[in-house]
């Protein structure tokens, strides 16, 4: 549940400093990870500084696979890690989820940051061009307080796209704040269910436990949100609040 997670969670100031975009010549043992790890920061350098995001993302799709970004991610260099991780909020697949949240163990709080931030984006564009455009609407909806328009908007999404695990978490939003904590945690469960990396969603089912007063039953779901996201402090500390309350 995005705006739950608000609640317990910390906003992340994203910042990077410009990579490095000299090559260097590679191992001749480690040629393919390095040929690709220094175009990729290149091409990362070149963004940061110019902030065309569109040539990055169209230089990514036509040199990279998830696969080749994903694997800079878990064993490249500093540099290579927030390039990959940058890369893959840009134009990653939600097939990569899984491994992408990964990145939020990383011990750079660069790349931690941009996993992060590449996650949602992931998460909100895993459908039809379409239904991602529907669900744009939903959040507007929901950002402006128009929560009958986006409970229908949500509900036709649901409908069509009975697979997208954006738009559950979306309308478990809607039902938080119309007081329906049950449908809630009906649609934060649906969520994490399709997609079990899915913070927000976690976040939001803890909120609709701790509003019912099972603080129990919130100490798991935060506990397992924890494992996932260990370096963030909100998180920790509820969960040790709870802990300590229990």
């Not at 997670?5 to 040629?31: N, W, Y």
């Not at 036509?62 to 390039?83: I, M, P, Q, V, W």
């Not at 996650?119 to 507007?140: C, G, Q, S, Y």
């Amino acid at each position: 549940m995005r705006r739950c997670s608000r609640l317990i969670m910390p906003v992340i100031v994203f910042a990077v400093a410009q990579a490095e975009g000299a090559e260097r010549k590679p191992a001749v043992d480690a040629a393919p990870r390095r040929l690709d790890g220094a175009l990729l920061t290149a091409q990362f350098a070149r963004a940061i500084e110019s902030q065309d995001t569109l040539r990055f993302s169209s230089d990514v799709v036509s040199n990279f696979g998830d696969a080749t970004l994903l694997k800079l991610l878990r064993s490249g260099s500093t540099d290579e890690r927030r390039a990959a991780a940058y890369a893959l909020g840009a134009v990653g697949k939600f097939e990569s989820n899984l491994a992408l949240a990964r990145g939020l163990k990383d011990p750079d709080v660069v790349v931690r940051s941009m996993t992060d931030r590449a996650l949602r984006a992931v998460w909100f564009r895993a459908d039809t061009p379409e239904n991602n455009e529907r669900l744009r609407k939903i959040m507007t909806a929901i950002e402006l307080e128009r929560f009958d328009q986006a409970l229908d908007l949500a509900n036709d999404l649901i409908a069509r796209a009975p697979g997208f695990a954006e738009a559950w978490n979306q309308r478990a939003i809607i039902h938080f704040f119309n007081g329906r904590t049950a449908d809630s945690i009906s649609d934060c469960r649906k969520t994490i269910e399709l997609n079990p990396v899915h913070l927000g969603a976690l976040a939001g089912l803890g909120q609709c436990h701790l509003r019912m007063g099972d603080r129990a039953a919130a100490l798991v779901v935060f506990r397992r949100a924890l494992e996932i996201n260990p370096f963030d402090q909100s998180l920790a500390a509820t969960v040790e609040a709870l802990q300590a309350a229990n």
